[in-house]
């Protein structure tokens, strides 16, 4: 039987609403948001809140911060890439097993660097959990603390402290709520996040498994070369999930994409049902948005290759993107000084696709005073 091919609308903006970036497709809350995208990027402080706010109906000011630690329904941590993200606290344990073995090799080579033999290390563990018993603290004060006491010096012990949090034995906090910048502390995983349960021996393959289903469920359509640089895995450990996942996972051709596409087969009868928008729409999306970053391979499905160079920094992220009918046609800032937005156009848009830009960045104006309130010190 031959594979099936669907139009670069349908299958895109398919994809699109499952991300809840298509008009009418907003989601009920934050972690129904972080659980679909498998994890909001969050490498600047200020992007959760913008991914977050553009794919919502209505959420109060301060949820996300609840969501973190109030609710600590989701967790801050490193994963895909090595790069930090927000997650529901069940997916970040798929995340965290399938990718712990490649982020906690730049760990052992910082170790091997420094010279800290393996003796070394474990007495480094176990005094930094102990300083941590009370609460949560930041970064250089535990360094201090530990340095003071032993010959190891802060470098050793700032390596280490890296290590146990990319293990899942620490936690990172945030004890500010103003969105525009991060106060870091780190605390035990345990006290903050207690349903949290780190990797046994075995378990990587079935997390590997269930990242590619839960990317698949996300993003789908997708190439093999979007999942492999989103999970950033190799590429043949990708391919081996596919395989173990086998029917699970159809593939489907594009017109105009060279590549088959993969998507989830239980969701076959809903995208052949799915219809695009008839009339123009707009998203603004975040810096490092969750649906731009999520592709790599096909990423000329939102984006002209010709445009690559005004979308993307010179490190390849994506920076805040203005979208119309599914296509990335300029890119947007916010000065954090004044609450200011403006946006620059990749080309000339004119008419009535002006006017619907300018109203999504009304609509946005009107919420930042919301964001920009939440400035609350807390202590933990």
């Known amino acids: 039987m031959s594979t099936q091919e669907f139009s670069a609308a349908h299958a895109f903006t398919y994809a699109l609403r499952k991300q809840y970036v298509l008009p009418g497709s907003g989601a009920r809350s934050i972690e129904e948001i972080a659980r679909r995208l498998v994890g909001v990027h969050a490498a600047r402080a200020i992007t959760p809140y913008f991914a977050i706010d553009s794919r919502i109906d209505r959420h109060e000011p301060g949820d996300l911060h609840d969501a973190l630690h109030g609710r600590a329904t989701l967790i801050k941590a490193r994963c895909m890439r090595g790069t930090l993200h927000l997650l529901p606290i069940g997916t970040f344990g798929t995340a965290h097993n399938a990718t712990l073995a490649k982020r906690m090799g730049v760990c052992l080579g910082r170790y091997r660097k420094l010279g800290i033999g393996e003796r070394a290390v474990e007495v480094l563990k176990a005094d930094i959990l102990a300083s941590l018993d009370q609460g949560a603290e930041a970064s250089p004060a535990i360094e201090r603390l530990i340095s003071g ?96 996942l086998g029917d699970e996972v159809l593939t489907l051709r594009v017109r105009g994409f060279d590549e088959e596409f993969l998507l989830p087969c239980a969701e076959m009868d809903e995208f052949r049902a799915h219809t695009p928008p008839e009339d123009d729409w707009v998203a603004i999306l975040a810096h490092e948005d969750p649906s731009l970053k999520g592709y790599h391979a096909s990423r000329t499905r939102y984006v ?72 609350r010190q807390l202590s933990f």
């Open 149 to 244: 006491r032993r010959a190891d010096g802060v470098e050793a012990v700032r390596a280490v402290l890296k290590g146990l949090w990319e293990e899942g034995a620490l936690c990172c906090v945030n004890a500010t709520r103003d969105f525009c910048r991060e106060q870091r502390l780190y605390g035990r995983m345990e006290r903050y996040y207690p349903e949290f349960a780190r990797e046994t021996a075995g378990e990587r393959r079935s997390s590997i498994r269930r990242l590619v289903r839960d990317y698949l469920a996300g993003y789908g359509p997708a190439m093999v070369g979007d999942l492999v640089w989103w999970s950033g895995l190799e590429k043949n450990t990708m391919v081996s999930a596919l395989d173990e």
């Open 304 to 375: 002209d290759a010709v445009h690559y160079t005004k979308l993307f920094n010179a490190i390849g992220e994506s920076l805040p993107a203005v979208m119309l009918n599914g296509r990335v046609i300029g890119t947007w800032s916010f000065d954090r000084a004044t609450a200011g937005l403006s946006w620059t156009p990749f080309f000339r848009i004119d008419g009535p696709a002006r006017a619907l830009i300018a109203t999504e960045f009304d609509k946005m104006r009107r919420r930042l005073p919301d964001l920009l309130g939440v400035t």
